[in-house]
T-cell receptor, first 111, second 113 residues
C-alpha cells in the first residue's frame, strides 16, 4: 500500500541478525504487524505491536516502534535459512483487521 | 479445524469467463476478509464481512466483482467477465470479533489468459 513503505531486498549471512525497516504515514494506526510469506504460500502472522508500546520481544524476534518518526523495525536474531521469505509490514487503523500492507522485503539468507 | 481453507488453489481462465472462489474460515470466526495480491506487491484490501453482513468494500472492487457470505460461514468471491488485469492471488482471512490476530488462507492464484 502507498501508506506503508519498506526496502525491497535484504541479504544476510546465516547466524547474523536481520533488521527489516518500515515507515508508515497514518498517525492514528492502532496496531502494526509483521507477516511472513514463503513462496506460493499465504501470510503467516509473526508478531504485532500496539501503538502505545515501543518494543516487543518474542523469542528471536524484536519489534521496535518509533511513533514520532512513524518507523517500525523487525529484528531477527540468529537468522536461519528457514527465515528466507518475504516480510510484510502492515498497519490497521482500528481493530477490524482492515490492513494496509507494504510491498514486502525479500530476505535472502546465505550460508 | 485446520485453519482458513481456500478453493481452488489455482485457476486458469480465458478472458471474459466468470470465476468463483470459495473461502471457509475458521469455524468460530465471525469476521471474514478478502484481499488481492499482485506480483511484487503486498495484499490490498477488497472487502470485509461481519457474519453475513458485508460491511465494507474497497473501490478496487469493481462492478464485476461480487462477494457473498450467505449464512455467515463460508464466503464466495465471483469475478465476472475476467480481464488480464484480474490475474493475482486472492487471499481470504478470518478473525474473531475481539482478537487482534487474523488468520490467512493459502490463497487462490488466478491467471487470466
Amino acid at each position: 500500500g502507498e501508506d506503508v513503505e519498506q526496502s525491497l531486498f535484504l541479504s544476510v549471512r546465516e547466524g547474523d541478525s536481520s533488521v527489516i525497516n518500515c515507515t508508515y504515514t497514518d498517525s492514528s494506526s492502532t496496531y502494526l504487524y509483521w507477516y511472513k510469506q514463503e513462496p506460493g504460500a499465504g501470510l503467516q502472522l509473526l508478531t504485532y505491536i500496539f501503538s502505545n508500546m515501543d518494543m516487543k520481544q518474542d523469542q528471536r524476534l524484536t519489534v521496535l516502534l518509533n511513533k514520532k518518526d512513524k518507523h517500525l523495525s523487525l529484528r531477527i536474531a540468529d537468522t536461519q535459512t528457514g527465515d528466507s521469505a518475504i516480510y510484510f509490514c502492515a498497519e490497521s487503523i482500528r481493530n477490524d483487521y482492515k490492513l494496509s500492507f507494504g510491498a514486502g522485503t525479500t530476505v535472502t539468507v546465505r550460508a | 479445524d485446520t485453519g482458513v481453507s481456500q478453493n481452488p488453489r489455482h485457476k486458469i481462465t480465458k478472458r471474459g469467463q466468470n470465476v468463483t472462489f470459495r473461502c471457509d474460515p475458521i469455524s468460530e470466526h465471525n469476521r471474514l476478509y478478502w484481499y488481492r495480491q499482485t506480483l511484487g506487491q503486498g495484499p490490498e484490501f477488497l472487502t470485509y464481512f461481519q457474519n453475513e453482513a458485508q460491511l465494507e468494500k474497497s473501490r478496487l472492487l469493481s462492478d464485476r466483482f461480487s462477494a457473498e457470505r450467505p449464512k455467515g460461514s463460508f464466503s464466495t468471491l465471483e469475478i465476472q467477465r475476467t480481464e488480464q488485469g484480474d490475474s493475482a492471488m486472492y487471499l481470504c482471512a478470518s478473525s474473531t470479533g475481539t482478537g487482534t490476530e487474523a488468520f490467512f488462507g493459502q490463497g487462490t492464484r488466478l491467471t487470466v489468459v
